[in-house]
């Protein structure tokens, strides 16, 4: 029903930025919650940053608050992760993903195929 393509992941210098997007096809784009989540080798997948359908309501991880910033589209059935001020510690393979219940703990329902970012010293 909803597949998800996220792109914009590349190197950077520390304190660099990126913007990470997720193009979504599918019809129901708007009724889902968005969000992101990576995943560092070595780690368990993290989840980052959500928002809701309507874009009104959002939550950030702490490590992120301030420093990313994520938004929707729903015109252009997009998604997409500023990421400023970024650390090395960032680097990871960034996932977008859409579900109905992210805001509550709720496994994803889409994810995208991940895209890698990369944060030099």
């Known amino acids: 029903q909803v597949q998800l393509v996220d792109s914009g992941g590349g190197l950077v210098q520390a304190g660099g930025s990126l913007r990470l997007s997720c193009a979504a096809s599918?019809?129901?784009?708007?009724?889902?919650?968005m969000g992101w989540f990576r995943q560092a080798p070595g780690k368990e997948r993290e989840f980052l940053v959500a928002?809701?359908?309507?874009?009104?309501?959002?939550f950030y991880i702490d490590s992120v608050k301030g420093r990313f910033t994520i938004s929707r589209d729903n015109a252009k059935n997009t998604a997409y992760l500023q990421m400023n001020s970024l650390k090395p510690e960032d680097t990871a393979i960034y996932y977008c993903?859409?579900?109905?219940?992210?805001?509550?703990?709720?496994?994803?329902?889409?994810w995208g195929q991940g895209t890698q970012v990369t944060v030099s010293s």
């Open positions: 599918g019809r129901t784009f708007s009724s889902y919650a």
């Open positions: 928002i809701s359908w309507s874009g009104n309501r959002t």
């Open positions: 993903a859409a579900g109905h219940g992210l805001f509550e703990g709720d496994l994803p329902d889409y």
